[in-house]
């Protein structure tokens, strides 16, 4: 764990997922809900729409809080050219997770860095691909079932092992940015950001 006491993080996120993945390897940091409006424009892509909200959600709270260090983040799956986002309900995770059968779902998690008295602004995005097997309604009964939270991207949570039995393949650079945030980039950033 990095010791990042008194550096002044603050991620952009109201997001439980998010603070668990970022506190295993930061001590210190804080976390402000920027609510930010996650309609998506026209024709926007899957990575498009990722970075510009990672991005809005960083700019807001970077506006208030001119000497921090801000990380906003977005995740968006995108299905048949379509993108995707929570289900909330466990009946619109069954619909929408049902419909992956055999298929490949792509998820795209944007990161952005921003510090204003700094003049930093840093982006990224990590995509991870994941090959669904060809499986029964009553396999993916058996994982939403495991679930108490349908507020993840397209109702996804690799980490259950459950889930697990539904998939074939995850292709990805960082394991971890599923969960809704690029760890690994973020962490080498922050890094060079205190070398500074």
């Given at each position: 764990?990095?010791?990042t006491i008194n550096k002044n993080i603050i991620l952009a996120s109201s997001s439980v997922h998010r603070k668990k993945l970022l506190a295993k390897y930061i001590s210190?940091?804080?976390?402000?809900?920027?609510?930010?409006?996650?309609?998506?424009?026209?024709?926007?892509?899957?990575?498009?729409?990722?970075?510009?909200?990672?991005?809005?959600?960083?700019?807001?709270?970077?506006?208030?809080?001119?000497?921090?260090?801000?990380?906003?983040?977005?995740?968006?799956?995108?299905?048949?050219?379509?993108?995707?986002?929570?289900?909330?309900?466990?009946?619109?995770?069954?619909?929408?997770?049902?419909?992956?059968?055999?298929?490949?779902?792509?998820?795209?998690?944007?990161?952005?860095?921003?510090?204003?008295?700094?003049?930093?602004?840093?982006?990224?995005?990590?995509?991870?691909?994941?090959?669904?097997?060809?499986?029964?309604?009553?396999?993916?009964?058996?994982?939403?079932?495991?679930?108490?939270?349908?507020?993840?991207?397209?109702?996804?949570?690799?980490?259950?092992?459950?889930?697990?039995?539904?998939?074939?393949?995850?292709?990805?650079?960082?394991?971890?940015?599923?969960?809704?945030?690029?760890?690994?980039?973020?962490?080498?950033?922050?890094?060079?950001?205190?070398?500074?």
């Open positions: 764990m990095r010791n210190h940091f804080q976390c402000v809900n920027p609510n930010v409006n996650e309609a998506e424009f026209n024709k926007e892509t899957g990575k498009e729409l990722c970075i510009r909200l990672a991005r809005d959600k960083a700019q807001i709270v970077a506006n208030d809080n001119p000497n921090s260090i801000v990380i906003g983040s977005d995740q968006v799956a995108t299905f048949n050219q379509k993108n995707l986002g929570k289900p909330f309900t466990y009946e619109n995770a069954f619909k929408t997770i049902m419909k992956f059968s055999g298929k490949n779902v792509f998820f795209n998690t944007g990161v952005v860095i921003i510090s204003q008295n700094k003049g930093i602004d840093l982006s990224y995005i990590d995509q991870t691909i994941i090959a669904f097997k060809p499986f029964k309604d009553t396999d993916l009964i058996q994982y939403l079932d495991s679930q108490d939270d349908f507020r993840t991207t397209a109702g996804v949570k690799t980490e259950s092992e459950m889930f697990q039995q539904l998939i074939s393949e995850i292709t990805c650079a960082d394991k971890e940015a599923i969960i809704g945030l690029p760890i690994q980039w973020t962490l080498s950033q922050l890094d060079n950001i205190f070398l500074i």
